[in-house]
Every structure is written in structure tokens, then in C-alpha cells.
T-cell receptor, first 118, second 115 residues
Framework: DADVTQTPRNRITKTGKRIMLECSQTKGHDRMYWYRQDPGLGLRLIYYSFDVKDINKGEISDGYSVSRQAQAKFSLSLESAIPNQTALYFCATSALPGQAGRVTDTQYFGPGTRLTVL | TQLLEQSPQFLSIQEGENLTVYCNSSSVFSSLQWYRQEPGEGPVLLVT?????EVKKLKRLTFQFGDARKDSSLHITAAQPGDTGLYLC???????????????FGKGTLLTVNP
């Protein structure tokens, strides 16, 4: 079984609808992330959570909200979807860095959710 | 805001050719990672470099971190169709306390290796 799973894998919805994308992980990692990927724009961070009680906005959080229900679950919501939120969405996880000053942070990505807003 | 510029954006070559892709920034990063993403999948880590001037080899792939820790390159020798994918570099940054570490991704280089 995959370590990081995302549901649904594909979703088509209409403008104004509320949408929730879900992410679950079995890696036991504390840190979870939501990114969106658009052609020519790369991966952009939406929200991130370093533990269940710590949630932070990324560079493009407007129009999105998140919930960290448990260490293993991190969901992304679009309260009122709009067409320019059409994109590929990725969840990722990572462990706490081992040492300050020389930290590395391998991120493990889910397979992605392709969202289309009409 | 730390930015990473990758070049070229697109690269199409024949099997057996060599290639180099670049990742440049005006910012210093504590670490630099390279990921490869195949269609329909999420990115997968290839390598992490943390020391200025560091060179790492992974079979036919050679990764280098610049002396000033602002840039990196990925060189592939004798490319194969299986190397096809989107190559993303990601720079690791942190605040002075080291507790807010997260990655900044470049936009990627889309490599196509034709048989």
C-alpha cells in the first residue's frame, strides 16, 4: 500500500461548490503539506502543518482552508471553488529535521488529485 | 522570498546523448534537493546536497551544489527513455532557530528522451 494516499484522484466540479481533498499517510511523519501544481508555475505551497496543533499559511493560501484531524490526516478545502483553482494538488509529508543548521527535509508526495472547476 | 530558476524549461534529446540542467538562485540555501516527477505521479526525491561544492553521483546522474550554496546542476550521461520526466530542484531554508524549515521548489525542467 502507498505511504501517502489522496482522495479523490480526479474531481470535476462547478464554480461555487465546496470541495474537500483528503490526504492520509502511514509514514508516521509529523509534517504535512499541501501544494498545487500548474503548468509553467511549478509546485506552490498552499498550507503546511508541523504537528496537529500547528498550521501555517503558505504562499498561496487565499481561497483555501485546511484541517489536521490527526497526525495521519490533513485535508484541504475549497470553500467556494473558482475556475482558476483548476490544478493538480499534491499532499506531502516529512519527518522533523534531525538537526538545526544542517537540516534536510525529504518530502514524500502522494499521487495527486486532478481538480477541474467549471 | 527565495526563488529558484531552472533552465532549460523544456529539453528533448535522443537516447544516448548527455545533458545538463541548471537550478539557480540569488539566495543561499541550507540544502538543495532534486526530485523527478513522472506523469500521473508525485515527485520522488533523487538526491540531497548540503555542502557547498558537493558532488553526488547516482548511476548516470551527477549532482553538484555550488560553492556558495546558491545553485546546483544535474548532469545525465547517456540518457535513456526511462529518464523522461519533470526534474524539480528544491531549496531548503529555515529561520535562525531551525524550526521553520520548508522547501522552495523551482518550476522544473521537462525532459523527453526519444528512443
Amino acid at each position: 500500500d502507498a505511504d501517502v494516499t489522496q482522495t479523490p484522484r480526479n474531481r470535476i466540479t462547478k464554480t461555487g461548490k465546496r470541495i474537500m481533498l483528503e490526504c492520509s499517510q502511514t509514514k508516521g511523519h509529523d509534517r504535512m503539506y499541501w501544494y498545487r501544481q500548474d503548468p509553467g508555475l511549478g509546485l506552490r505551497l498552499i498550507y503546511y502543518s508541523f504537528d496537529v496543533k500547528d498550521i501555517n499559511k503558505g504562499e498561496i493560501s487565499d481561497g483555501y482552508s485546511v484541517s489536521r484531524q490527526a497526525q495521519a490526516k490533513f485535508s484541504l478545502s475549497l470553500e467556494s471553488a473558482i475556475p482558476n483553482q483548476t490544478a493538480l494538488y499534491f499532499c506531502a509529508t516529512s519527518a522533523l529535521p534531525g538537526q538545526a543548521g544542517r537540516v534536510t527535509d525529504t518530502q514524500y508526495f502522494g499521487p495527486g488529485t486532478r481538480l477541474t472547476v467549471l | 522570498t527565495q526563488l529558484l530558476e531552472q533552465s532549460p524549461q523544456f529539453l528533448s534529446i535522443q537516447e544516448g546523448e548527455n545533458l545538463t540542467v541548471y537550478c539557480n538562485s540569488s539566495s543561499v540555501f541550507s540544502s538543495l534537493q532534486w526530485y523527478r516527477q513522472e506523469p500521473g505521479e508525485g515527485p520522488v526525491l533523487l538526491v540531497t546536497v548540503v555542502t557547498g561544492g558537493e558532488v553526488k553521483k547516482l548511476k548516470r546522474l551527477t549532482f553538484q551544489f555550488g560553492d556558495a550554496r546558491k545553485d546546483s546542476s544535474l548532469h545525465i550521461t547517456a540518457a535513456q527513455p526511462g529518464d523522461t520526466g519533470l526534474y524539480l530542484c528544491a531549496g531548503g531554508g529555515q529561520n535562525s532557530g531551525g524550526s521553520n524549515y520548508k522547501l522552495t521548489f523551482g518550476k522544473g525542467t521537462l525532459l523527453t528522451v526519444n528512443p
